[in-house]
């Protein structure tokens, strides 16, 4: 991990994310210092993660608007047909520009965006999924001095996902689903 205290942390999950998120979000407090940026790959709007979310979560749950300042103890689900980017001062932008590995909203996207504006103080959390966006996201976040955590490919639903990320970014780390929990909070107490 970053020596840097972490800033936001941002979160790529596509087949089998639900699960995988319902295991992490629901155990953040309503009082998590960071906010919390979430790309899942859904095939059409509504999603409905938001509503999903909001009734397992202590922490606010929404989708955000465009140019909306980010806001400590929030989790920022990005809007099905919209990338989520965010932009240095800490706004989202939506974009619904081409989409990227057959996918918008793309978590390469989100995590090439936020590298460059939060740098070191970003955590990347890739989970499961089957094709390899992200990979290339989670590696620019090591490249800007970020931390990236990987829901380890032998348990998850989906391997494609972590296991390219894994290969493009070998200084992220392979975890349960329940490490990566205790890390999130880990990294909140710093």
Do not use: W
């Not at 920022?76 to 057959?102: C, K, M, R, T």
């Amino acid at each position: 991990m970053s020596a840097e205290p972490v800033a936001a942390v941002v979160i790529g999950a596509s087949a089998g994310a639900v699960q995988a998120l319902s295991e992490i979000l629901p155990r953040l407090p309503a009082d998590y210092p960071l906010p919390v940026l979430v790309v899942v790959h859904v095939p059409s709007a509504p999603s409905g993660l938001t509503t999903l979310f909001s009734t397992k979560c202590a922490m606010a749950v929404v989708e955000p608007d465009d140019k909306e300042m980010l806001a400590p103890g929030t989790i920022y689900f990005a809007p099905p047909g919209y990338h989520l980017l965010v932009e240095p001062g800490g706004s989202v932008a939506l974009s619904a520009d081409e989409p990227v590995l057959y996918s918008r909203p793309s978590i390469d996207v989100l995590f090439e965006s936020a590298a460059d504006s939060f740098g070191p103080a970003l955590l990347g959390i890739v989970l499961t999924g089957a094709n390899e966006d992200g990979a290339r996201g989670a590696a620019q976040i090591v490249a800007q001095g970020g931390s990236v955590l990987v829901e380890d490919p032998a348990t998850a639903y989906a391997a494609t996902m972590p296991a390219a990320a894994l290969a493009h970014c070998p200084a992220a780390r392979a975890l349960s689903l329940d490490a990566i929990c205790e890390a999130l909070i880990s990294v909140a107490a710093q």
